[in-house]
């Protein structure tokens, strides 16, 4: 029996590589795709690359770093600093990247239709949707619908962890058996993770909240 083929956008974080390792266990036939749109943090694709390795997974590194000249306006590509402090900061959304899942996912489908997978996995959660409006349910439904008519073959947009926080998702990879010493999830790409901005807080909340250690080393 051929096994259903699906594609992982798989960043390298926390949160993509728990829904990667969860996807691989249900027994899809998976290929990755992680992409380097020019972020600070671009250290996670590196991370991404030796995951894929280990699993034993397909997976295509894209750049696409050249569309950070249209969006530097978000802290994450741009020459502003990226903000300390919870996602629910105001000075948060200094990190959003304009349309950068519609982006993300057009080229996911485009890259599903092409080798006949029928889903494209992405790991939106209920902890972006203060921030970040392509992580929202609505954009979530939309584009599953456009996903739906954009190609002759029908792929459809998955995302298990829409509505699970950062806490309800490691506490899933943990039952899974899953360690996270090979994730990255700091927007600052240094050799240690800053411990101070949004993605870090977020993390080690989620951590302290599952009573366990993060096994990544911190500057703090």
């Not at 000075?91 to 080229?107: F, G, Q």
């Not at 599903?112 to 954009?139: L, M, N, Q, T, W």
């Not at 439904?141 to 962890?161: F, K």
Request: charged share 20%; net charge negative.
């Amino acid at each position: 029996m051929t096994q259903e083929k699906a594609v992982v956008i798989y960043s390298g974080g926390m949160d993509s590589f728990t829904l990667l390792n969860k996807v691989v266990k249900e027994g899809y036939d998976v290929y990755a795709l992680t992409f380097n749109y020019g972020q600070k943090h671009v250290k996670e694709v590196e991370v991404a690359k030796t995951v894929c390795q280990q699993l034993n997974v397909p997976h295509k590194i894209l750049d696409i770093s050249p569309i950070n000249e249209l969006m530097q306006s978000s802290s994450l590509v741009g020459s502003e600093e990226v903000p300390e402090g919870h996602y629910e900061a105001e000075n948060m959304k200094s990190t959003v990247v304009p349309n950068r899942n519609m982006i993300l996912l057009s080229l996911a489908i485009g890259y599903a239709v092409d080798i006949k997978a029928s889903k494209v996995y992405y790991g939106a959660h209920s902890g972006d949707h203060a921030i970040y409006p392509d992580c929202r349910p609505e954009f979530v439904h939309a584009m599953n619908a456009v996903a739906g008519i954009a190609n002759y073959e029908h792929v459809s947009i998955e995302t298990p962890y829409l509505n699970s926080s950062k806490g309800e998702i490691l506490k899933d990879g943990l039952s899974m058996g899953l360690s996270y010493e090979h994730t990255w999830t700091c927007y600052n790409g240094r050799e240690k993770a800053c411990g101070k901005c949004g993605a870090c807080v977020e993390r080690l909340e989620a951590f302290e909240e599952n009573q366990a250690t993060d096994p990544l080393a911190y500057e703090i």
